[in-house]
């Protein structure tokens, strides 16, 4: 399917654009480093793969490795996750399933949170508007 690869290399440039380009983001980028995130979303045919590096996140749609974490949840769930003081509560309400290692979705969310990443604005031009919110 052409649209997976257009659709994985948006998403992939609108996160290095918002968490690669402040200085000021290192080190919370640095505890990512060497991690892979799947994120697995309900209403998209594919899982997103983050995979961490010191200079870039890659995002694909397949992995043949281990993902050092992988979260569960639907699209209307990641606006929430602009507050990292929700992320326990979002898992403990079964809106959010992680599986695997929790420090690497908690460090995601710090770093998204520091770089006032709007998720929703992101996947929007993909997904839609109401789908995005």
């Known amino acids: 399917m052409p649209f997976t690869p257009l659709m994985m290399a948006g998403i992939e440039g609108a996160l290095n654009?918002?968490?690669?380009r402040e200085?000021?983001?290192k080190a919370p980028r640095q505890r990512l480093q060497g991690k892979v995130l799947r994120i697995t979303l309900e209403e998209l045919f594919t899982p997103l793969v983050l995979v961490f590096s010191e200079q870039q996140l890659d995002v694909?749609?397949?992995?043949?490795?281990?993902?050092d974490c992988t979260?569960?949840?639907r699209l209307s769930v990641l606006p929430k996750l602009q507050d990292r003081q929700q992320l326990t509560a979002l898992i403990r309400s079964g809106e959010l399933e992680v599986q695997?290692?929790?420090q690497v979705v908690q460090n995601f969310v710090a770093l998204m949170d520091m770089a006032e990443f709007d998720p929703a604005g992101l996947l929007a031009p993909w997904v839609g508007d109401i789908a995005a919110e």
Do not use: M, P, Q
């Not at 654009?17 to 690669?20: I, N, P, R, V």
């Not at 694909?60 to 993902?67: M, N, P, V, Y």
């Open 71 to 73: 979260v569960i949840t």
């Open 60 to 67: 694909l749609s397949k992995w043949e490795g281990e993902a």
């Open 100 to 102: 695997g290692d929790l």
């Open 23 to 25: 200085s000021a983001l």
């Open 17 to 20: 654009t918002f968490l690669y």
